[in-house]
């Protein structure tokens, strides 16, 4: 079956300026999760959403917002961009439901410049 | 929170064994996943681990000791192809799948 795919893949965006980012998971998958990796702080998380609700969230600021459809798309959105957005935002999907494995699978990948 | 420990980089032999250590400190454990990443590529899933003991898959094993806050990532008969990043993931009791990433492991595999 299709992996997790995420687009766009690259992103250069200049500081104030809005981003989205977008995910579509594995068919059958109702759990999304972003992560944000930079070279110094490893995989952070920032969110999950499960049958579009926001189930679980990281320590980051508000800027950082998402959102999940009917069809477990997601996408994330950072308002008001600062150089130190600058990043790998990476998604997984899983199945999200308690009792099974749940390991995650992960797209490709968005890398975001903010100059 | 969680707090996860892992090496930062390691160098091995082809066809050598190399073991590489996770401890985590955990207000609440449900699972410790281990994630293979190639250098510009996504993570992939490896091996899991909710109860103490080893799980083998193949050249790949994976051992859990919940009471220590230890695992380790155990890779056989390695090949050149095994050089990439690895990650140990832990999974929050409380927050159904909330996971806490270490900062990876970086083994260098040489001829």
């Known amino acids: 079956k299709a992996g997790v795919t995420q687009t766009p893949r690259y992103l250069i965006k200049t500081r104030g300026q809005q981003v989205t980012l977008s995910c579509s998971p594995i068919s059958g998958h109702r759990s999304v999760s972003w992560y944000q990796q930079t070279p110094g702080q490893g995989l952070q998380f920032l969110f999950e959403y499960f049958s579009e609700t926001q189930r679980n969230k990281g320590n980051f600021p508000g800027r950082f917002s998402g959102r999940q459809f009917s069809n477990s798309r997601s996408e994330m959105n950072v308002s008001t961009l600062e150089l130190g957005d600058s990043a790998l935002y990476l998604c997984?999907?899983?199945?999200?439901?308690?009792?099974?494995?749940?390991?995650?699978?992960f797209g490709p990948g968005t890398r975001l410049t903010v100059t | 929170g969680q707090n996860i420990d892992q090496p930062t980089e390691m160098t091995a032999t082809e066809g050598a064994i190399v073991q590489i250590n996770c401890t985590y400190q955990t207000s609440g454990f449900n699972g410790l996943f281990w994630y293979q990443q190639h250098a510009g590529e996504a993570p992939t899933f490896l091996s899991y681990n909710v109860l103490d003991g080893l799980e083998e898959k193949g050249r790949f094993s994976s051992f859990l000791s919940r009471s220590k806050g230890y695992s380790y990532l155990l890779l056989k008969e390695l090949q050149m192809k095994d050089s990439a990043s690895y990650l140990c993931a832990v999974r929050e009791l409380y927050n159904f799948n909330k996971f806490y990433f270490g900062s990876g492991t970086k083994l260098n595999v040489k001829p």
């Open positions: 997984a999907s899983s199945w999200g439901v308690d009792g099974l494995q749940n390991e995650q699978y």
